[in-house]
């Protein structure tokens, strides 16, 4: 059975885990510091006592919300573990004032970008040299 919880700080290491295995972008530490500002944007999937993925998000700027990152393990794909994370952090945000949220994409990752479009994300424009290893990205939007 799956359940979303608000991140609690010993999923730490379950979240760097998973972290670890789909980017490469992010400083781990990351995750503590989004939690200490912005604990009510930060769930995690459990499956069977198990963490299987996560989503952050928060508002960047009023209205606007942005879905920080969205994470499932490998093997738990296809499950509607990330439409459940996406769910319930688009409700975070609306709830939390936002009428819009915001997303980047590798260009590259054409999978991702068609799960979000299939949860009602457009593209909206592309952020050049956006990543570390200068891939663009590719913002997407969706009205809330």
């Known amino acids: 059975m799956l359940f979303i919880r608000l991140f ?36 995690v999937a459990i499956m069977d006592g198990e963490t299987v993925g996560y989503v952050v998000g928060f508002i960047s700027i ?8 969205l994470a499932v393990k490998e ?5 509607g573990i990330g439409t459940q994370l996406m769910d319930k952090i688009c409700e975070t945000l609306k709830n939390n004032g936002s009428d819009e949220a915001t997303l980047e994409v590798r260009i590259s990752n054409i999978p991702a970008q068609h799960f979000y479009m299939k ?4 593209p909206a424009w592309v ?11 590719l913002i997407m939007k969706k009205e809330l």
């Not at 290491?13 to 944007?41: A, K, T, W």
């Not at 009023?62 to 990152?69: A, E, L, Q, S, Y």
């Not at 949860?119 to 457009?122: A, I, L, M």
């Open 8 to 43: 609690q700080p010993e999923d730490f290491n379950d979240v760097i885990e998973i972290e670890r295995q789909v980017f490469c972008e992010h400083d781990p530490y990351v995750y503590m510091e989004l939690y200490e500002s912005v604990p009510d944007g930060f769930y």
């Open 75 to 79: 093997e738990y794909r296809s499950m």
């Open 119 to 122: 949860r009602g994300f457009v």
């Open 62 to 69: 009023p209205i606007r919300g942005r879905v920080f990152t």
């Open 127 to 137: 952020e050049r040299g956006y990543y570390t290893d200068g891939e663009d990205a």
